[in-house]
């Protein structure tokens, strides 16, 4: 073939985009984006097979049915097999026409007969389905962000601030500030999940009034279930579920009780149940309906105006009252699964952040570099006659406390770490940048480096800790973490959340003496694990090191034009130095010397998020490797 004539495709419309079609071009990009790096990240292409185009302008890679090329006219290589587009696409074709692939549909159409497998619908029709509900999302959420965006440059001028995070803290008070800055950050969603902001059941007006990129605020009602027809979970230190809730939502209780006794009804007969809003018209009064008629499920009750954090389905209630955040269920597919919360997180929250918390007094919080926010109370419905735990997955809460942790007064900002990598409302940069710069113009190489060693270690350090010495794995992915910075924009900690899912490896901690129960239950897959301690190394490394520190290692190298691959040498030295401070404390060596071989020699274990997608599900745990980019000579 011949590709001396290979220029950019110009597309006739070009010169006709309004900023709307715009918006379309980015997010079509943006989905273009996600799809190539999780093809060649998870070997569903081979990259072995790009090769760069004769004329230099370029890469290609040989597509199977018809026989073509594809050319990719910028595509990066960043470490870990990530392969960036940020180019234009085209399809070469044999009779030495070229066609312009502007979107993810048309990529997949070439690509599909190329694949390592056939997906479960030959076409990936549902995927096409679900990046297009993405992209639809995406637009309405950057129309949004101009406008939030262009608000807050005029605020933060107004206070005279240092950039989004200084002024947060100026305007408001830490617990409020976090809660903002974590709404204003979910605007990039999951890093390279190609339906990364999916929500196939919702209309534009749902979307825009229920997520937490458009600022939203949602009440959350509470309703009553029978005490009887629940299965309570707490922390050691709550005598009472319903005490507990009247201690932390004191007018809101206050309401509730009185709706009952104006019923006539004990008080003391019922829990208080807090359900989502659109899980309440669209979900609980058709499915629970015999319960309703029953008089087992009071849906009147009052409301409670809350903000959803990133993750959509966990509130933090925004009125004076304050209160603990509140995990709920809504039946809605969002980015892979639907968002019920079922019994085995209800039972496993409350008892991993016991056993956590213990750790954490022990051990000073290792150095005082982590803290969590405890899930102290779940209830889950369970008919008292039927007994089944699977009933309850859509009638469900967790409470996670946030005394200590957003109301605080020792001048520790909490960032949630998809924020720092959203673009900040200057447009300078990544809003970690304003962090990194500290207000004296751009920063060094040498004190980007210096930033990135103290980020590092404030994530590895506890991480790596808590794994080794107790067999626990901290999901610290970008939305499940907070990084505290002090006054003077440094990252001193990690405050890390959501453990219904958590995953241990129980013979290490009953060796230091505690016991987990685990939740056994037909159907569910275990999170305790006995045998091999792999499933729990492989949840540390995909959410710790591929899904957060190679993305904020990323941002940064791109924003400072950084050389190579020194931030993932910082982070394997990070790495290296945890696992010195874990050794002394190690009975068994060899466990030692294996892990440390896994962290730092080995493939980085990471779940094969597309594949999955593709084959509809079938295997929650499919994985793949990527070639460890801290890969250190004689690990
Ligand atoms: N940067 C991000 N990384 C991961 N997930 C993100 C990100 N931004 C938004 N999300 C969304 O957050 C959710 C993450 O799911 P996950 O199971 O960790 O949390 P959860 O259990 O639903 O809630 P919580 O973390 O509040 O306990 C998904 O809906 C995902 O789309
Ligand atoms: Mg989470």
């Given at each position: 073939m011949n590709n001396s004539s290979l220029a950019k495709p110009v597309r006739s419309d070009e010169a006709v985009f309004s900023p709307s079609s715009d918006l379309a071009v980015r997010a079509q990009k943006n989905a273009l984006y996600r799809l190539i790096r999780c093809l060649f990240a998870e070997g569903i292409?081979?990259?072995?097979l790009l090769s760069p185009a004769d004329d230099g302008s370029g890469v290609l890679f040989p597509v199977r049915e018809p026989r073509s090329m594809l050319w990719f006219e910028r595509l990066e290589r960043a470490p870990a097999n990530t392969l960036i587009n940020r180019g234009a696409i085209a399809l070469l074709q044999g009779d030495g026409q070229r066609r312009l692939i502007d979107t993810a549909d048309a990529l997949l159409d070439v690509l599909l007969p190329s694949f390592d497998f056939v997906p479960a619908d030959a076409g990936a029709e549902k995927l096409k389905a679900d990046i297009a509900s993405s992209i639809a999302n995406d637009m309405l959420a950057r129309r949004f962000r101009e406008s939030w965006d262009g608000a807050l440059r005029e605020e933060i001028a107004a206070a005279g601030a240092g950039g989004l995070c200084d002024y947060m803290r100026r305007r408001h008070g830490i617990r409020q500030a976090a809660i903002l800055l974590d709404q204003w950050g979910s605007l990039e969603g999951h890093p390279f999940y190609p339906t990364w902001k999916t929500k196939p059941s919702l209309s534009e007006e749902e979307v825009t009034a229920l997520s937490p990129e458009f600022a939203a605020v949602v009440p959350v009602r509470i309703a009553a279930l029978r005490k009887e027809m629940a299965h309570v979970e707490r922390m050691p230190?709550?005598?009472d579920a319903r005490q507990w809730f009247a201690a932390h939502y004191p007018e809101t209780a206050r309401s509730w009780a009185t709706g009952l006794a104006a019923r006539g009804l004990q008080v003391a007969d019922w829990l208080p149940l807090p359900i989502h809003g659109w899980h309440l018209e669209h979900h609980v009064r058709q499915h629970f309906a015999p319960e309703i008629e029953q008089g087992i499920?009071?849906?009147d009750g009052p409301d409670i105006a809350t903000r959803p954090s990133m993750s959509f389905r966990t509130m933090l209630p925004d009125g004076e009252e304050g209160g603990p955040f509140i995990k709920l269920p809504v039946a809605i597919w969002l980015t892979s699964e639907q968002r019920s919360l079922q019994a085995k997180s209800i039972h496993m929250g409350p008892r991993i952040s016991t056993v956590i918390s213990d750790i954490l007094a022990d051990e000073q919080g290792f150095g005082g570099s982590l803290e969590i926010f405890t899930e102290d109370l779940g209830i889950h419905f369970k008919h008292a006659e039927r007994q089944d735990d699977a009933e309850g997955k859509h009638l469900s809460v967790l409470f996670r406390a946030t005394g200590g942790r957003l109301e605080r007064e020792d001048g520790l900002l909490p960032v949630t770490v998809a924020a720092l990598l959203a673009r900040a409302p200057s447009g300078d940069g990544p809003l970690i940048s304003e962090l990194v710069d500290g207000g004296s113009g751009m920063a060094t190489a040498a004190a980007v480096v210096a930033f990135f060693r103290m980020y590092a270690r404030a994530v590895i350090h506890p991480a790596v800790q808590i794994y080794l010495l107790y067999g626990i794995a901290l999901e610290a992915h970008q939305q499940n973490t907070s990084i505290l910075f002090d006054r003077e924009g440094r990252p001193v900690r990690m405050l890390i959340r959501d453990f219904g899912d958590g995953r241990t490896y129980a013979p290490l901690l009953r060796a230091r003496g505690h016991d987990l129960r685990p939740y056994v239950y037909k159907g569910i897959l275990p999170t305790v694990f006995e045998d091999d301690i792999e499933p729990v190394r492989s949840f540390v490394i995909d959410a710790c090191f591929v899904c957060h520190l190679h993305e904020v290692a990323l941002a940064l190298t791109r924003h400072y034009g950084l050389a190579g691959d020194i931030l993932w040498r910082v982070m394997g030295e990070e790495t290296e130095r945890a696992f010195a401070a874990a050794r002394p404390r190690m009975a068994d060596a060899r466990l030692w010397h294996a892990e440390r071989h896994h962290f730092l020699g080995e493939g980085w274990s990471t779940r094969s998020v597309l594949r999955m997608h593709l084959q509809k599900y079938?295997?929650?745990r499919l994985q793949h490797q990527l070639p460890n980019p801290m890969g250190m000579a004689g690990a």
């Open positions: 292409l081979d990259p072995a230190h709550i005598a499920l009071l849906l079938s295997n929650y």
